[in-house]
C-alpha cells in the first residue's frame, strides 16, 4: 500500500475513533476516576475531525504528485469521505440536537449519497463530474460547522486576553450548520444541472453516431444494388 492510500486508511480509521471520543464511555480510566469533564472531550474530537478533514485534501495531492493514482485509492477515497461526513452528522444529531436536527443530518447525507450515485452513473456513460468552486466551499464550511458543533457543546463563547477578545462559538456555530446546509442544497442542484447537460450531450451524441451510421448502411447498400 502506497503512502496515499495508507493517508486515505488513516481517515476511514479516524471515524471510529471520532465515534469513540464523542461517546459518553470517553474516555475510560476505571476505577470509579471521573472523566474528562473540563472540554477536553470537545478539543480531542474536534482536533480528530480536523486532522482527518486535512488527510483528505492531502492523499489526492500526494497521488497526483508521486504518481500513484490506483484504483484502490479511487476506490477508498470516495468511502472515506463519505463515511466522515455520515458519521459526523449522525454523531451530532445526538451529541448536539439543539444545533443539528435530524433533518439537516439527513439533508446532508442525502446530498453525499446523490452526488455519489450521479458520478457512479457519469462513469458508466463514459464521462466524470468534477468537483465545483461551490462543493469545495460546502466542504470548508463543513469542517467549520461540525467542529463549531462540537465544541457549542461545552461553550457558548470563550473569553480570550482577559475578555478583550470574545469568540461566539455558539452563534458560530448556528450560523455555520444552517450556511452549510443551504450551500449543500445549492450545490446538489448544480452537481445534478451538470449531471444533465453532460448526460443529454452525451445522449445527443449517441443519436448522430446512429443516425450516421445507419446513413452510412443505407447508401452501401444502395452501391451495392447499383453495381448489380
Known amino acids: 500500500m502506497n503512502l496515499p492510500n495508507s493517508i486515505t ?4 480509521l479516524s471515524v471510529p475513533l471520532l465515534i469513540w471520543v464523542l461517546s459518553p464511555a470517553f474516555p475510560w480510566i476505571g476505577h470509579g476516576q471521573p472523566g474528562l469533564r473540563g472540554g477536553e472531550q ?3 474530537a474536534s482536533l480528530v475531525f480536523i486532522a482527518a478533514s486535512i488527510t483528505d485534501g492531502l492523499d489526492g495531492y500526494l497521488a497526483r504528485r508521486r504518481k500513484q493514482i490506483t484504483t484502490m485509492g479511487m476506490l477508498l477515497d470516495p468511502l472515506a469521505d463519505k463515511l466522515m461526513v455520515t458519521a459526523a452528522f449522525i454523531i451530532l444529531v445526538s451529541y448536539n ?3 443539528v436536527p435530524p433533518w439537516i443530518a439527513v ?8 452526488v455519489s450515485g450521479l458520478r457512479s452513473i457519469a462513469s458508466s456513460e463514459g464521462f466524470t463530474i468534477e468537483a465545483s468552486e461551490i462543493g469545495k466551499l460546502k466542504t470548508v ?3 467549520v460547522s461540525v467542529v463549531a458543533a462540537i465544541l457549542a457543546h461545552r461553550w457558548d463563547y470563550w473569553l480570550w486576553f482577559g475578555g478583550h477578545f470574545v469568540i461566539a462559538v455558539h452563534f458560530i456555530a448556528v450560523t455555520a450548520i444552517y450556511w452549510m446546509t443551504l450551500v ?3 450545490s ?3 452537481y445534478f444541472v ?3 447537460k453532460k448526460i443529454d450531450h452525451a445522449s445527443e451524441k449517441k443519436r448522430k453516431r446512429r443516425s450516421f451510421v445507419l446513413s452510412r448502411k443505407g447508401k452501401a447498400a444502395v452501391g451495392t444494388v447499383g453495381s448489380e
Do not use: K, Y
Open 9 to 12: 486508511m488513516s481517515r476511514i
Open 42 to 44: 470537545e478539543i480531542i
Open 97 to 99: 440536537p439543539r444545533l
Open 107 to 114: 439533508l446532508v447525507i442525502g446530498r453525499e449519497f446523490l
Open 141 to 143: 464550511i463543513q469542517i
Open 184 to 186: 449543500s442544497i445549492i
Open 188 to 190: 446538489a442542484v448544480d
Open 194 to 196: 451538470g449531471f444533465w
